[in-house]
């Protein structure tokens, strides 16, 4: 059985640690929906690795990661989606 999860994408960087960084640096392409327990291919632009990604409950930035993916000097990552179905999750890239 097929489950999917929504995918918001946040894109958070911190400016004052890396001022030299274009005003289009970073960008995020996710897949428009995940299925759990099956592979999403998370990819990225970044002109200033590495980058960190997290899962966060959707739209609540502030909120403490429901999973850490790690430290990343590439521009992908093969993701295994693991958190339940029907629960909005935002990825978040930061630099």
């Given at each position: 059985m097929r489950f999917s999860l929504t995918a918001v994408?946040?894109?958070?960087?911190?400016?004052?640690?890396?001022p030299t960084r274009s005003v289009n640096d970073?960008?995020?392409?996710t897949p428009a929906s995940?299925?759990?327990c099956?592979?999403?291919l998370l990819t990225w632009k970044a002109n200033s690795p590495p980058v960190n990604l997290t899962i966060l409950s959707a739209g609540d930035v502030g909120a403490p990661p429901l999973k850490?993916?790690?430290?990343?000097?590439?521009?992908?990552?093969?993701?295994?989606?693991?958190?339940p179905s029907g629960k909005s999750i935002t990825i978040a890239l930061k630099m």
């Open positions: 994408l946040v894109i958070a960087s911190v400016a004052l640690a890396r970073p960008v995020m392409n995940l299925v759990q099956k592979p999403a850490y993916l790690g430290t990343h000097d590439g521009n992908s990552y093969i993701w295994t989606v693991d958190q």
